[in-house]
């Protein structure tokens, strides 16, 4: 991550998602109320430093959203 200038991986996903932003063209206030509630939780989660290790995240959606 530090060889692509982002200190952190709540760094890199805030970017990565600002970018997909920029390029949808689309707003966070274009969302509805609950993805909007959810996204900002989720940055005042990280801001606070709760965030959860990637690995951790990466299998539970994983588990969730692939079945082998």
């Given at each position: 991550?530090?060889?692509?200038?982002?200190?952190s991986?709540?760094?890199a996903?805030?970017?990565?998602l600002?970018?997909?932003d920029?390029?949808?063209?689309?707003?966070i206030?274009?969302l509805?109320?609950?993805?909007?509630?959810?996204?900002?939780?989720?940055?005042?989660?990280?801001?606070?430093?709760?965030?959860?290790?990637?690995?951790?995240?990466?299998?539970?959606?994983?588990?969730r959203?692939?079945?082998?």
């Amino acid at each position: 991550m530090r060889k692509h200038g982002y200190t952190s991986a709540d760094d890199a996903v805030r970017v990565a998602l600002e970018k997909m932003d920029q390029e949808a063209g689309e707003c966070i206030e274009d969302l509805d109320a609950e993805t909007q509630a959810a996204i900002k939780q989720g940055i005042a989660q990280a801001e606070r430093g709760a965030g959860r290790p990637w690995d951790e995240v990466r299998e539970e959606i994983r588990a969730r959203f692939i079945k082998d």
